[in-house]
C-alpha cells in the first residue's frame, strides 16, 4: 500500500512513462555487513517507488524513488547542509532521512535491493519533491551523493510529474489516478492542457 499521496502520484507517472512499479520496498543492511550495528540498522527503510522499463536502455532502465512531500517545498542547498552538519530536523539527524545516500552500508543494502529485485545493477535515484526552490545542483551534483550510492541523482518534481502526462491525456479514461485526476480538472475547467 502507498502511504504518501505523493508516492502514490510518483508511481502513476513512473506507470504512464511504461514502468513496472513497486511500493514500499523494505532493505536495511546484512547482518553479515562489517559495519552493521543491530542497535542502528536493525529497522528497515524502504524505496519509496522502484521501477523498472524493460524498453528503455541505459541507467534509467531502473528508478529508485524516495519521495519528500513538504509542504514548503525541497531546498537542496538547505538539504546538503543539514545533512553535512548532521543537524537535527524534525526530531533526528537530517542525514537519517537519506541514508541510503550518506552511509555506505546503507547503501550498499540499497543496491543489493534493487538488483535483487531487478536483475539490474545500475539504475537512476530519484528525489520526488513538491517543488523544488532553488538550484538543483547541490543535490543532483554532489560527489559524495553519487560515490556513496554509485547511481546518477536527479530531482522530480512534482510540476514536472503533472507537464508530462498532462498533455498526452485523451477522452479515454486513465488508467492511472494521477491520469484520470488530472482529466478531472481538465474537465471542470480546473486546468487546461497547457497549465501545470
Not at 505523493?6 to 559495519?35: I, W
Not at 550495528?37 to 529508485?64: F, K, N, W
Not at 551534483?141 to 512534482?158: H, M, P, Q, V, Y
Amino acid at each position: 500500500m502507498k502511504e504518501d499521496i505523493l508516492e502514490q502520484l510518483a508511481s502513476d507517472y513512473f506507470e504512464a512513462l511504461g514502468y513496472f512499479t513497486l511500493t514500499n520496498v523494505k532493505f536495511r543492511p546484512d547482518p553479515s555487513d562489517p559495519a552493521y550495528e543491530s542497535r542502528q540498522d536493525s529497522v528497515h527503510s524502504d524505496i519509496d517507488v522502484l521501477g523498472y522499463c524493460p524498453t528503455r536502455i541505459g541507467d534509467d532502465r531502473v528508478i529508485a524513488v524516495s519521495c519528500k512531500s513538504l509542504q514548503e517545498g525541497f531546498w537542496p542547498e538547505w538539504e546538503v547542509k543539514a545533512i553535512e552538519e548532521n543537524k537535527i530536523v524534525s526530531g533526528r539527524e537530517a542525514w537519517r532521512r537519506y541514508r541510503e545516500l550518506v552511509v555506505p552500508k546503507w547503501a550498499r543494502a540499497f543496491r543489493k535491493c534493487v538488483s535483487d529485485l531487478t536483475n539490474e545493477t545500475s539504475f537512476v535515484y530519484i528525489t520526488a519533491v513538491t517543488k523544488v526552490n532553488g538550484d538543483r545542483g547541490p543535490w543532483e551534483d554532489n560527489s559524495k551523493f553519487r560515490e556513496t550510492l554509485g547511481a546518477e541523482i536527479r530531482l522530480l518534481s512534482l510540476t514536472e510529474m503533472v507537464q508530462a502526462v498532462l498533455p498526452a491525456l485523451s477522452n479515454t479514461v486513465a488508467n492511472s489516478e494521477l491520469g484520470r485526476t488530472l482529466q478531472l480538472f481538465k474537465a471542470s475547467g480546473i486546468l487546461s492542457g497547457n497549465d501545470a
